[in-house]
């Protein structure tokens, strides 16, 4: 059974950082293309930025030049580190595993002052 957690998430004033992880049980990591996607309230989810087996990384624009996606070295926890946020970034933040089509729960991510 393929599990996805995520952490991190919080209320942050715009303009600080985040450092959101992903926990994937099984290593699932280890064989398939990882996401980040996002939902804000009202909003369809968005796909955020994406990491793949061999490390090539992929960015939405509105995120590009701010957030970066990772994988440790073990490659079972992935993480999305969060710069210079906007309150547009608001939104409950999902990790996806291509490969099963798996989600985890979602984090919370609040941008305000």
């Known amino acids: 059974q393929v599990q996805l957690v995520e952490s991190g998430g919080g209320l942050v004033q715009p303009g600080g950082s985040l450092k959101l992880s992903c926990a994937a049980s099984?290593?699932?990591?280890?064989?398939?293309?990882m996401e980040w996607h996002r939902q804000a309230p009202g909003k369809q989810r968005e796909w955020v930025a994406g990491?793949?087996?061999?490390?090539?990384?992929n960015y939405g624009g509105s995120v590009k030049g701010r957030f970066t996606v990772s994988k440790d070295n073990a490659k079972t926890t992935v993480y999305l580190q969060m710069n210079s946020l906007k309150p547009e970034d608001t939104a409950v933040y999902y990790c996806?595993?291509?490969?099963?089509?798996?989600w985890g729960q979602g984090t919370q991510v609040t941008v305000s002052s």
């Open positions: 996806h595993a291509n490969v099963g089509d798996h």
């Open positions: 099984g290593s699932i990591a280890r064989f398939s293309t």
């Open positions: 990491i793949t087996l061999g490390g090539t990384t």
